[in-house]
Each structure stands twice: as C-alpha cells, then as structure tokens.
Nanobody
Framework: QVQLVESGGGSVQAGGSLRLSCAASGYTPSNYCLAWFRQAPGKGREGVARISTETSRPVYADSVKGRFTISQDKAKNTLYLQLNSLKPEDTAMYYC???????????????????WGQGTQVTVSS
C-alpha cells in the first residue's frame, strides 16, 4: 500500500517562501507520476505540478509557473515542492498524490491519482 506523508506547511507573508516535502513508501518508483494538488476553502482540488519518477520531467499549472518548483530525491523516496514569491491566493491545503503511470496522470483530473496524503496547510498573508 502506497503511503504519502506531507510536511513543511506554515504561515508566511506575501513574497515569502516555503518548501513542502512528501515522504513516500510502499511502491516501486518506476514510471510513477507524483504530483502536488491544492484545495482552498470552498473550491475544488487544483493540480499544481507533477513529475515523472523515471525521467524527473516536471509539468506545472499556469498559475504557478516560474514560482513553484517540483523535484524528487529518489534515494529518499521524497517529493518536494519549493514555493517562492507566494501570494495570498496560494493559501490552501496542499496534497501529495501518486499514480502508477505517467501516461495516465493529469493535473486536470484528480481522479487519475490513486493515492493521496493527508495534506499540509499553507497560509499566505498580505
């Protein structure tokens, strides 16, 4: 069973930075798709970025391009999301997600991800 545990959330002022981590276990990381989603109160779950465990190829949502960076440490089975130039509209619960196929995962469709963490809260004040 795949387990994902997020950490690193917190409260920062606009313009600040945070680094989220997601410790993954229970899977063989060949050609998995790992991703970060976020959900603000009263809104749907939004895909932020995804990365291939095989090629480390990243894909970003337009809303975070140039500000957020997704990366992985294969030796530690850990996924990261570096959040820079944070804005109040980035406030949300951030979730780590995993899908057993790069070809089958989509930031536009949370249902393509089979495994989810519990989330870590990011709050950005103006």
């Amino acid at each position: 069973q795949v387990q994902l545990v997020e950490s690193g959330g917190g409260s920062v002022q606009a313009g600040g930075s945070l680094r989220l981590s997601c410790a993954a276990s229970g899977y063989t990381p060949s050609n998995y798709c790992l991703a970060w989603f976020r959900q603000a109160p009263g809104k749907g779950r939004e895909g932020v970025a995804r990365i291939s465990t095989e090629t480390s190829r990243p894909v970003y949502a337009d809303s975070v391009k140039g500000r957020f960076t997704i990366s992985q440490d294969k030796a530690k089975n850990t996924l990261y999301l570096q959040l820079n130039s944070l804005k109040p509209e980035d406030t949300a619960m951030y979730y780590c997600a995993a899908a057993p196929s790069w070809a089958g995962c989509s930031l536009g469709s949370p249902s393509t991800f089979a495994f989810w963490g519990q989330g870590t809260q990011v709050t950005v004040s103006s």
